[in-house]
């Protein structure tokens, strides 16, 4: 497809069990980064990728949060022990410039923790 | 801590009338600054990017407009239709760090 592409759209999970979201960003583009959009709250910064280089990781609440990006394309946002706290959209954007600009997001996933 | 303010929160108003939607930001020191669309259940859409060094941008009955003195941008919305009914966010990049730092939104509805 054209945009960044996001799975699964929603996730329904119980309290303590772990999650994985997937983002397929467009091809080509070298930076990758996670948003999460709590209810009736702005954006939250979470992580963001630049090619090979080391993450930015400072956006993550918690060590339970953790992401990778495999070959420098499919990025993973893996949730352990998830809390009631961590139900949000999770969203996914991708650039093609070593720092912005013009962000293309994916549409979410939308993860309810019960 | 960068912070984005938008104001109004909601805003509701008759099909056909121009509206003007409001960004602040703190700090004035932005690479870029850029305009999204969210509608419900979905997620951003990019409708205009204003460089630093750039004062305004103009995409159909769009209109974004910069003032890094100030710290303010504005989203002008010309002939408003329903189906522009949606979220506006604004988002700003710093020339230090690599994230977006978002609003909370404006909620608009266009009645028809």
């Known amino acids: 497809g054209a945009g960044v592409s996001q799975s699964p759209s929603n996730k329904v999970t119980e309290k303590g069990k772990d999650v994985e979201l997937r983002c397929d960003p467009i091809?080509?583009?070298?930076?990758l980064y996670w948003y999460r959009q709590s209810l009736g709250q702005g954006l939250e910064f979470l992580i963001y990728f630049q090619g090979n280089s080391a993450p930015d990781k400072s956006g993550l609440p918690s060590d339970r949060f953790s992401a990778e990006r495999t070959g420098g394309s499919v990025s993973t946002l893996t949730i352990q022990r998830t809390q009631q706290e961590d139900s949000a959209v999770y969203l996914c954007?991708?650039?093609?410039?070593?720092?912005?600009?013009?962000?293309?997001f994916g549409p979410g996933t939308r993860l309810t923790v019960l | 801590k960068q912070e984005v303010t938008q104001i109004p929160a909601a805003l509701s108003v008759p099909e056909g009338e121009n509206l003007v939607l409001n960004c602040s930001f703190t700090d004035s020191a932005i690479y870029n600054l850029q305009w999204f669309r969210q509608d419900p259940g979905k997620g951003l859409t990019s409708l205009l990017l204003i460089q630093s060094s750039q004062r305004e941008q103009t995409s159909g009955r769009l209109n974004a407009s910069l003032d890094k003195s100030s710290g303010r941008s504005t989203l002008y919305i010309a002939a408003s239709q329903p189906g522009d009914s949606a979220t506006y966010l604004c988002?700003?990049?710093?020339?230090?760090?690599?994230?977006?730092?978002f609003g909370t939104g404006t909620s608009l509805t266009v009645i028809p």
């Open positions: 988002a700003v990049q710093y020339n230090t760090g690599n994230q977006f730092y």
């Open positions: 091809s080509g583009h070298t930076a």
């Open positions: 954007a991708s650039s093609p410039y070593t720092s912005g600009p013009r962000g293309f």
